[in-house]
């Protein structure tokens, strides 16, 4: 069975602009998850979606957002981006809420 | 307020063993979880305890109290290719929550 796929794996851009990531999680997982990891900060719990609903979202301001399509793939936005926003995003899926998570290999995201 | 705290680095050396605490306080538990990372890639998930006492896997087992608020995992027969960040995350409600991860370095 195939893992959680991300793209893009590595990405550039400048201050402003804003960017769009995707993730495909495990067949038959239905919960997708979105982490932002720096070394300072460690992994940062970002948002949740399950059936298409945000279940849960962490503290992070409105400029980053996220939507799940009916095949359970994900996306997550970041528009203003700024210096602070780079850092490796990681998409986690599970089969359900609460359910173990399995992590794709992350969007190194570098903001110029 | 949510709270995961596991020391920041640990050594040790090739066939030892080694225990990385983890202490926990959040509003919720659904259960604990370590994962294994190592530099530049992915976290890969190592166990699950949502009951007190130790689940054994292989070379790893972890240990959970809920009532004290603390995990362990432990790690047997070290090997080299051990040597990567053990993040501890907690359950509570959906989200996970991790703590900041532990660099662990194994030495011949």
């Known amino acids: 069975k195939a893992g959680v796929t991300q793209t893009p794996r590595y990405l550039i851009k400048t201050r402003g602009q804003q960017v769009t990531l995707s993730c495909s999680p495990i067949?038959?997982?239905?919960?997708v998850s979105w982490y932002q990891q720096t070394p300072g900060q460690g992994l940062q719990f970002l948002f949740e979606?399950?059936?298409?609903?945000?279940?849960n979202k962490g503290n992070f301001p409105g400029r980053f957002s996220g939507r799940q399509f009916s095949n359970s793939r994900s996306e997550m936005n970041v528009s203003t981006l700024e210096l602070g926003d780079s850092a490796l995003y990681l998409c986690?899926?599970?089969?359900?809420?609460?359910?173990?998570?399995?992590f794709g290999p992350g969007t190194r995201l570098t903001v110029l | 307020g949510q709270n995961i705290d596991q020391p920041t680095e640990m050594t040790a050396t090739e066939g030892a063993i080694v225990q990385i605490n983890c202490t926990y306080q959040?509003?919720?538990?659904?259960?604990l979880f370590w994962y294994q990372q190592h530099a530049g890639e992915a976290p890969t998930f190592l166990s699950y305890?949502?009951?007190?006492g130790l689940e054994e896997k292989g070379r790893f087992s972890s240990f959970l109290s809920r009532s004290k608020g603390y995990s362990y995992l432990l790690l047997k027969e070290l090997q080299m290719k051990d040597s990567a960040s053990y993040l501890c995350?907690?359950?509570?409600?959906?989200?996970?929550?991790f703590g900041k991860g532990t660099t662990l370095s194994v030495s011949s």
């Open positions: 305890n949502v009951l007190d």
């Open positions: 979606y399950f059936s298409e609903t945000q279940r």
């Open positions: 067949s038959g997982h239905r919960s």
């Open positions: 995350a907690v359950i509570g409600g959906t989200a996970l929550i």
């Open positions: 959040t509003s919720g538990f659904n259960g």
């Open positions: 986690a899926s599970g089969k359900r809420d609460g359910d173990t998570q399995y």
